[in-house]
T-cell receptor
């Protein structure tokens, strides 16, 4: 059974700081890993999808890395802004009964202080 | 292209009633998954449909059911509502499930009173 852990559970930083969010998973046999953002009461917005053959993916100020062998992924946010305040979730597909389901971490709640 | 559409956005129901939620996936996507999100349990997998067939089901009671239509739109139904069913219900769309990543809708907030 796949388990996903995110550390820290909450993070507060001043505007402009660079920061790193961590995600670890127990089963390294993954197809990919996806990072999402969730604003309060809203759905999930996909930020980055890293395939198992990739080491990194970048989108604007966001950079996600994947190390399958150690069961870890990091999401790097450069020059943080108040609009980045949200909960960040990582998820991996878990294969079962001929299909996939996403296993999520509990998320990191980020607050960027102006 | 249009994203994943969930309706309604908000629902208030009374214990014992039943409810139906709807999800229209991205055009061309054949896999629709449903998740329940609560503060205590986080995001939990309900079920996945692919080409009108349920391929996988999470650990939820039989009161939770779903279906998928030939146009890939999906509905989930919860019968005999309980207070603990209050949650944000999220639908995820993918081309085939797994390799291509998932796109989520905005969710339906269900409150049971």
């Amino acid at each position: 059974k796949q388990e996903v852990t995110q550390i820290p559970a909450a993070l507060s930083v001043p505007e402009g700081e660079n920061l790193v969010l961590n995600c670890s998973f127990t089963d390294s046999a993954i197809y990919n890993l996806q990072w999402f953002r969730q604003d309060p009461g809203k759905g999930l917005t996909s930020l980055l999808l890293i395939q198992s053959s990739q080491r990194e993916q970048t989108s604007g100020r966001l950079n996600a890395s994947l190390d399958k062998s150690s069961g870890r992924s990091t999401l790097y946010i450069a020059a943080s802004q108040p609009g980045d305040s949200a909960t960040y979730l990582c998820a991996v597909p878990f294969s079962g009964a001929g299909s996939y389901q996403l296993t999520f971490g509990k998320g990191t709640k980020l607050s960027v202080i102006p | 292209k249009a994203g994943v559409t969930q309706t309604p956005r908000y629902l208030i129901k009374t214990r014992g009633q039943q409810v139906t939620l709807s999800c229209s996936p991205i055009s061309g996507h054949r896999s629709v998954s449903w998740y329940q999100q609560t503060p205590g349990q986080g995001l939990q997998f309900l079920f996945e449909y692919f080409s009108e067939t349920q391929r996988n089901k999470g650990n939820f009671p039989g009161r939770f059911s779903g279906r998928q239509f030939s146009n890939s739109r999906s509905e989930m139904n919860v019968s005999t509502l309980e207070l603990g069913d209050s949650a944000l219900y999220l639908c995820a769309s993918s081309w085939s499930g797994g390799a291509g990543g998932y796109t989520f809708g905005s969710g339906t907030r269900l409150t049971v009173v």
